[in-house]
């Protein structure tokens, strides 16, 4: 693996004052690239989570916003790589918005793809999700399994995924998918399960939680991040889906169960019907094969779901007044 592949490369990431976003920005920055990083613009100014990493001399934070395809022009030109992460990602807020998600999903990427095409980077990666695979139809999940949108939101990342593809095949642009499966760890907010179930094991022994069946095979945080990279790194000149992946998994209600012990904790697991997903929208079962990615990008998880679970709750205690809300949020 070439550990200098990064010195002195300009990178665009979008999505960067996010929970995956902010960690890839951390170390894109560590493997000594220059790193110009998409926030959200916002009247406060705020940075997200890349507040604790500026000011850093070679990262430059651009507030904007990624339905703009003027602003994402400027972003890209310069650039060696793009990694674009911004999106909409809460499935509930799907249901009740989903134009808002064509608009920043699948125009924000067509933005993206364009920009990429007009500035000719070197290569375009997109963020894909396991959500795309609906219900697996068979396991362990690869990069060949059938696309099923039960939401509106895995219906946007699909239409995304398709652009990115036809940018390829149409104009021979670069471009790589990554599909990690669940990413968990330090930073990510309630809209997901792991912190809400976290937040609400470490304030009371009640844990509200919707249906506790679905298997989920987690990644740790930092493990994905890598796998981004790796990605990059890789570039092979044709269009690739890479499956970001442990090969194990367990049920949300094992995993509360599993957290619980780590915060030293009984808890009690309440069902909350209003945190339920439709029948038919609800994924049972997401377990990944992540076999190309080991192959062809030599990436494989380090963090193991226990050690990346501990590494999780010291972070939510040490900044539980983030998570407040939690047996109130609906993830």
């Not at 364009?114 to 795309?132: G, I, M, P, Q």
């Not at 940018?167 to 997901?192: E, K």
């Not at 937040?199 to 939680?209: D, N, T, Y």
Request: aromatic share 8%; net charge neutral; charged share 20%.
């Amino acid at each position: 693996m070439n550990t200098d592949f990064f010195k002195d490369r300009t990178v665009a990431v979008t999505g960067a004052a996010g929970f995956i976003g902010s960690h890839l920005t951390e170390a894109l920055l560590a493997a000594g690239a220059r790193v110009k990083a998409l926030t959200r613009y916002n009247s406060k100014s705020d940075t997200g989570w890349l507040a604790a990493t500026a000011p850093h001399p070679a990262l430059t934070i651009i507030a904007g916003d990624i339905r703009d395809p003027f602003m994402v022009d400027r972003l890209v030109d310069g650039c060696d790589t793009i990694f674009h992460l911004a999106a909409l990602i809460g499935i509930p807020f799907s249901y009740t918005a989903p134009q808002s998600y064509v608009e920043t999903n699948i125009n924000g990427t067509l933005n993206i793809l364009e920009a990429a095409r007009r500035h000719k980077t070197r290569l375009t990666l997109l963020t894909s999700t396991s959500e795309v695979y609906g219900t697996a139809l068979r396991v362990p999940i690869d990069e060949e399994h059938p696309l099923q949108a039960q939401s509106p939101y895995s219906a946007s990342k699909i239409s995304a995924d398709m652009l990115g593809n036809s940018y390829h095949c149409a104009f021979g642009l670069p471009v790589t998918i990554v599909r990690p499966f669940n990413t968990f760890g330090p930073r990510q907010s309630l809209r997901a399960v792991i912190p809400t179930i976290i937040a609400q094991a470490l304030q009371s022994r009640c844990v509200k939680l919707g249906d506790t069946r679905p298997v989920r095979d987690f990644n740790f945080v930092t493990d994905t991040a890598a796998g981004f990279m790796a990605a990059a790194r890789y570039a092979p000149g044709r269009a690739e889906v890479y499956n970001l992946a442990t090969g194990s998994a367990r049920t949300i209600g094992e995993t509360a169960d599993l957290i619980a012990d780590l915060v030293g904790s009984r808890i009690e697991i309440v069902h909350d019907a209003s945190r339920d997903r439709p029948a038919d929208s609800e994924v049972m079962r997401l377990l990944g094969n992540a076999e190309k990615a080991r192959r062809d990008l030599g990436w494989q998880p380090a963090v193991d779901f226990r050690t990346g679970l501990q590494k999780t709750v010291e972070w939510v205690r040490k900044n539980l007044q983030t998570y407040a809300d939690a047996a109130s949020f609906k993830s």
